[in-house]
């Protein structure tokens, strides 16, 4: 594995850039910047951008740590990172605001994110996976 470390921008709500290396959250995935939901009363919002800005939020400009796996298609690093000993990925599942993804490892942060209908969970949406195949029609 190698590590990545430093002052994160924010791409979207499960990618971010540090010193040119384009990172990518593993294990979750993160409304689409363009994506919108629908709050309880049925309001639309954009959650895409929530995501991204809860992201940005969990990190506030501090300096991350982020431990990569691998290289995905589009050639973005797969890795879990740290704010301190904060998981990025978890607390963003947590929040509502990403979903557990490809893996289990953020399944039991997702089932409390859903118990206490935190985020998104509050509304109705569409889970990122699916938005992307509808867009791609």
Same mark, same amino acid.
């Given at each position: 594995?190698?590590?990545? /470390?430093?002052?994160? =921008?924010?791409? @979207?709500?499960?990618?971010?850039?540090? /010193? /040119?290396?384009?990172?990518?959250?593993?294990?979750?995935?993160?409304?689409?910047?363009?994506?919108?939901?629908?709050?309880?009363?049925?309001?639309?919002? #954009?959650?895409?951008?929530?995501? &991204?800005?809860?992201?940005?939020?969990?990190?506030?400009?501090?300096?991350? =740590?982020?431990?990569?796996?691998?290289?995905?298609?589009?050639? =973005?690093?797969?890795?879990?990172?740290?704010?301190?000993?904060? @998981?990025?990925?978890?607390?963003?599942?947590?929040?509502?605001? &990403?979903?557990?993804?490809?893996?289990?490892?953020?399944?039991?942060?997702?089932?409390?994110?859903?118990?206490?209908?935190?985020?998104?969970?509050?509304?109705?949406?569409?889970?990122?996976?699916?938005? =992307?195949?509808? #867009?791609?029609?």
């Amino acid at each position: 594995s190698k590590e990545i /470390n430093g002052k994160a =921008r924010i791409i @979207d709500g499960d990618t971010v850039e540090i /010193n /040119n290396h384009m990172i990518r959250l593993i294990g979750i995935d993160a409304f689409e910047i363009k994506q919108e939901c629908f709050k309880k009363d049925n309001t639309k919002y #954009k959650c895409g951008e929530q995501s &991204a800005l809860i992201l940005a939020t969990i990190i506030s400009s501090q300096p991350i =740590r982020c431990v990569a796996e691998k290289k995905d298609r589009y050639k =973005r690093w797969l890795a879990t990172c740290y704010v301190y000993k904060l @998981d990025i990925g978890e607390n963003m599942v947590l929040l509502g605001h &990403a979903f557990s993804f490809m893996s289990k490892k953020y399944k039991q942060a997702e089932n409390e994110a859903k118990k206490v209908s935190a985020g998104a969970w509050a509304g109705e949406f569409i889970f990122p996976w699916e938005w =992307r195949k509808i #867009k791609k029609k």
